[in-house]
Nanobody, 119 residues
């Protein structure tokens, strides 16, 4: 199983970034996908979630209206478009896959991609 994030980097306040996560080794279309972030000295927090079909999304209040999560089940990819970035968005961003059934929970994490918002 692999989740490989890309697209992070240094961006000025007000700028945009598109994060990508390439998934392999599991049935991607059966998993809800999420982006989390963790800033130094802070707990990891949920940024956005998309259901396995892509039919429903949910966002942290801090990212509502500034970000869009999407997925391509044909390509086993999930994306996070972030706009109007602020210095407080600086963090390591992680891709997460989760499948919940009546009998088990399975989840996987990527290694993360660094986003730094600074002038």
């Amino acid at each position: 199983v692999q989740l490989v994030e890309s697209g992070g980097g240094l961006v000025q306040p007000g700028g945009s970034l598109r994060l990508s996560c390439a998934a392999s080794g599991f049935t991607f279309s059966s998993y809800a996908m999420s982006w989390y972030r963790q800033a130094p000295g802070k707990e990891r927090e949920l940024v956005a979630t998309i259901t396995s079909s892509g039919g429903s999304t949910n966002y942290a209040d801090s990212m509502k209206g500034r970000s869009t999560i999407s997925r391509d089940n044909a390509k086993n990819m999930v994306y996070l478009q972030m706009n109007s970035l602020k210095p407080e968005d600086t963090a390591m961003y992680y891709c997460h896959a989760q499948r919940l059934t009546a009998t088990y929970t399975r989840d996987y994490w990527g290694q993360g991609t660094q986003v730094t918002v600074s002038s």
